[in-house]
């Protein structure tokens, strides 16, 4: 299933809800769109285990013949950086090893989009933005690049390009999309939280000099991250873990006489009910059972953090893939209809229409 959007009302006066489908400056029309065909989900042809598969399968045909110029390391415990060094290195057989697997994971992901935009609500996309960690590399770039060019070869006029923030500053960034301009009247930033299977990240977002309402310089003036996966926490011990990561940004902010709003904005894997509970796609949160129809994390940080100065704590969120997306707006002008997906240990997805009418030429 995925999310649908429901008739909007006016958009500038919804009310305030968790995973909302109209925000002050687009309208969500899909997010989580679980897609499937013959094979299951359409989405698991094209994440970061996948770009690791087409290289293994690439060492495992050289071998056969000879030498593997990568050595003995499993393609599983190559790092990024790792991969970038043989792309840009001086041995050539190594790197054309990489450009195999870029040109095979391109045209596996280049069918994905394809099928993606067969689906009535990502009509009309003129532009899909890529994030997630697979777009921080070269190789992860080439590979968009090379989708690109796959899909236009193939008639499918539509522009891909990768996420204009680091994929970790575009999960806090994009928080200050889910609330209107008005409710950060008087201060300089926010806090935001961005949840995934392996890290948790926290962070202050600094709203920038012109405050305009897209805050498009916007910027992350300090950031923390926990890689979780490595304790193996309780779901509880998460949320203290968390909640102490963002006090100590508090503390940092009023030493620094910076105007801190008292809002939390989050983004967490799947879909997200207005009551700020998961409805499904949260399997992968550390602690499990983030699911609950007795857990709400929005409710447990207000708890932990009752006040942020001299207010009452706010929390907001919504699904990862679109607070991702959402960095993307002061950059998504000049089109109408547009998505993200995030290439990562899943592919995340979501697809938004801009509510100002005419485009920005």
């Not at 899909?151 to 928080?175: F, Q, R, T, Y």
Request: glycine residues 10%; neutral net charge; contains cysteine.
């Amino acid at each position: 299933m995925t999310k649908r959007n429901p008739e909007p009302r006016n958009g500038a006066n919804a009310p305030l809800a968790h995973g909302a489908m109209v925000l002050p400056l687009v309208t969500i029309d899909d997010y989580n769109n679980e897609l499937r065909d013959k094979n299951g989900f359409v989405g698991d042809n094209a994440n970061k285990k996948t770009f690791q598969q087409k290289l293994d399968d690439w060492r495992k045909r050289i071998r056969k013949f000879g030498d593997d110029p990568i050595g003995k390391v499993a393609t599983a415990k190559l790092s990024r950086k790792k991969i970038e060094a043989l792309l840009k290195g001086d041995d050539m057989e190594a790197a054309a090893l990489v450009m195999g697997a870029v040109e095979d994971f391109a045209r596996d992901f280049a069918e994905v989009i394809s099928k993606f935009l067969k689906d009535e609500r990502w009509s009309k996309t003129e532009r899909i933005v890529v994030g997630g960690g697979f777009r921080q590399s070269r190789f992860g770039e080439l590979a968009i690049a090379r989708t690109m060019v796959i899909l236009k070869a193939a008639g499918i006029n539509i522009e891909l390009v990768p996420i204009v923030h680091h994929p970790d500053e575009a999960g806090l960034i994009g928080s200050v999309h889910l609330m209107p301009p008005w409710m950060f009247k008087g201060y300089e930033a926010i806090l935001a939280v961005d949840i995934g299977g392996t890290n948790v990240r926290a962070g202050v977002v600094k709203f920038g000099r012109e405050k305009t309402t897209n805050f498009a310089d916007a910027s992350i003036w300090e950031s923390a991250i926990w890689r979780h996966a490595d304790d193996e926490p309780s779901r509880s011990a998460t949320v203290e873990k968390l909640a102490a990561m963002l006090q100590d940004l508090i503390d940092k902010a009023e030493k620094a006489n910076l105007k801190l709003a008292p809002i939390i904005g989050i983004a967490c894997p799947g879909i997200i009910k207005a009551d700020g509970s998961i409805e499904r796609g949260g399997q992968n949160l550390p602690g499990g059972n983030w699911e609950s129809d007795s857990f709400n994390l929005p409710a447990a940080l207000m708890k932990a953090i009752p006040e942020i100065g001299d207010h009452s704590t706010f929390v907001m969120m919504h699904n990862d893939a679109v607070v991702q997306g959402l960095s993307q707006i002061p950059f998504m002008r000049d089109v109408s209809r547009w998505a993200v997906l995030t290439i990562g240990t899943g592919l995340g997805n979501a697809h938004f229409t801009n509510r100002e009418g005419k485009k920005e030429r």
